[in-house]
């Protein structure tokens, strides 16, 4: 069973950079045909997909913050990123990560809380 936990600074300030990893246990993040997903809930709202990598790289990203949005992995420490640019309070939220065959999202992390404030 694959396990993920986020970790990154629970605090950013408007216009930084937040930067969230993504640690994988329990199988390989080359795994054939499992994606690594970000995902986030801001408070009152629903979940939205942000973006992902796949088992061979490739990176995938929502239009409406592919502008702004980069993921990366670490096979060797079997982790994988997000960095989201210029970040406003509309960023704050609860973000997580979740992986899956295409179209699934089997296992989840625990979310971890991103507030953006000065």
């Known amino acids: 069973q694959v396990q993920l936990q986020e970790s990154g600074p629970g605090l950013v300030k408007p216009s930084q950079t937040l930067s969230l990893t993504c640690t994988v246990s329990?199988?390989?993040?080359?795994?054939?045909?499992?994606?690594w997903r970000w995902i986030r809930q801001p408070p009152g709202k629903g979940l939205e997909w942000m973006g992902a990598?796949?088992?061979?790289?490739?990176?995938y990203y929502s239009p409406a913050l592919k502008s702004r949005t980069s993921i990366s992995r670490d096979t060797s420490k079997n982790q994988f990123t997000l960095q989201l640019n210029s970040v406003t309070p509309e960023d704050t939220a609860v973000y997580y990560c979740?992986?899956?065959?295409?179209?699934?999202?089997?296992?989840w992390g625990q979310g971890t809380q991103v507030t953006v404030s000065s």
């Open positions: 979740a992986s899956g065959l295409v179209a699934t999202f089997a296992s």
């Open positions: 990598i796949g088992y061979s790289g490739s990176t």
């Open positions: 329990g199988g390989p993040i080359t795994t054939n045909y499992y994606y």
